[in-house]
């Protein structure tokens, strides 16, 4: 069985790709799977580092506003239904899969016309552009929360969860805190704002650091996003606490699930992977949700955990250094609480998405 994956753009739609191609591979060894992306996301360094091929097409996103980019990107289309067809002419698969992003596009309009198998993944309740142009094209349509039901054909929509890599189903919690050097008397927090950053979160975070400065017992990896990194680490440094000591400051981390699994608390926005990965990992959280997505669709992300009792959701418009602090020094000081919250999180977790996942493949693949 030959393979293409689209995922492209931000990990939110490269990691579910790859989780699903991990659970092809392990049921079917023989399969061959290529992915296809573009040279402006952030798939060209991801997932070759993952051992799959990746070929590209030229496409790229919209900006808001009309602009020169907005006629580059009308541009993009048309080449990327021309790259598409060279590379279905080029690899004959048996099934296109789409993760969303614009790169899912082409390829999948492509494939569905040639009469190839195709399913697409939608991470969130509200679905993105691309999968809804697709939905009524595609074979199956993969989606993550049951409220996206309605804004898809029913007879081809089924319930699969996010799939997230076999890792966040093995943490050894002992080991990652021991290969971090954190002793049993350290809380250590994780502060994530998506693979692009986040200023409210940023910000706030700073005040949390500077009252951490003399604390050992308190430990913070704190991952700004590619844009803000620079920034940060300087106010970071600023704070007279060098990033060497209890306090981390990373761009991004390809090894998320490591620092998820030594956590005591992580500090979010709550985008479909992120939620989907707290949950299989357990761990309790601050969620913020981005308050521009489309449908306020982190909102209702967020709310799959927090609704359960395993985290506490704070609005962007109400997030402060002030209240950033007394959140989580009331979480890190209740060892009960913060239990009972792992809990939660994990029974909120859909466990065999990749199976069900897999499962519709099979279907696919008979017929």
Known sequence: MKVLIAAGGTGGHIYPGLAIAEKIKTENPGAEIIFIGSLVGMEKNIIPQHGYPIEYIRVRGFERKASLETLAAIKGIFDG??????????HQPDLVIGTGGFTAGP??????????????????????????????????????????????????????????????????????????????????????????????????????????????DRVIYHLTGKDQYQAIKQEV?????????????????????????????????????????????????????????AGNHQEFNARVITDAGGGVLIKDQDLTGALLIQTVESLLDDDEKRKKMSQMTREQSIFNAGDRIYDEINKLMEN
């Open 81 to 90: 239904l021309n790259d598409s067809k060279k590379i279905i002419k080029k």
């Open 107 to 216: 390829l999948l309009l492509i494939a569905s016309r040639r009469k190839i198998k195709t399913m697409i993944h939608e991470q969130n309740a509200y679905p993105g552009k691309t999968n809804l142009m697709l939905g009524t094209r595609v074979d199956r349509i993969a989606i993550s929360f049951k409220e996206a039901e309605k804004y898809f054909p029913q007879e081809r929509t089924f319930l699969a969860g996010n799939p997230v890599r076999s890792e966040y189903h093995q943490i050894d919690r002992s080991e990652l805190r021991k290969n971090l050097n954190l002793s049993d008397s350290q809380k250590m927090i994780l502060i994530m704002g998506g693979s692009q950053g986040a200023g409210s979160i940023n910000q706030s975070a700073l005040s949390l650091i500077a009252s951490y400065k003399e604390r050992e």
């Open 237 to 293: 440094e600023n704070l007279g606490r060098s990033p060497s000591g209890h306090v981390f400051v990373e761009a991004y981390s390809n090894e998320v699930h490591r620092l998820l699994g030594a956590a005591d608390l992580v500090i979010s926005r709550s985008g479909a992977m992120s939620v989907a990965e707290i949950q299989a990992v357990g761990v309790p959280s601050i969620l913020v949700p981005y308050p521009l997505a």
